[in-house]
């Protein structure tokens, strides 16, 4: 496969990012998507994030950036817009953005602890809202 592939092997592994499969899932339990999740859990892997790298992708296996300990995030040096999902501590989504541009700055109220950065039109596409669930394999939450 391509550089297009996953996080891991390609878009974010310059920063260390590691990347692992994540599942979304709706207010009612049902499975929305599972995302090839890349991880930014510190300082420089927050602020540097998707500068410079191409659009994430809505495949067959969609590409997301969850960032740890993050409430507010920025879209400066950003080369495509993305769609933003604001997590409490235990992945259920508390407040969505779609389709942010760059130059932007979005931040999550309380209780929002984690965001999750979705390709363009994600939001729409899978009708993401308050009351789904970020969680790992085995129905772990990824964020804990």
Known sequence: MTAQRGLASGRLSRFGCHGQEALLLSADGGL?????LGLADGFRL???GLMG????TLGLQPQALLLRHCRSVHTCFMRAPI????LDANGWVVQ????VGAWR???GRRPARDTL???????KLWQL???ARLVGRGGRPVVA
């Open 83 to 86: 769609d933003i999902a604001f």
């Open 53 to 56: 790298q191409p659009a994430l």
């Open 32 to 36: 929305l998507v599972r995302l090839d």
């Open 129 to 131: 809202g308050l009351g």
């Open 117 to 123: 950065e979705l390709p363009a039109g994600a939001v």
């Open 96 to 99: 969505t953005h779609d389709n």
């Open 105 to 107: 700055v979005r931040n």
């Open 46 to 48: 927050r602020l540097l």
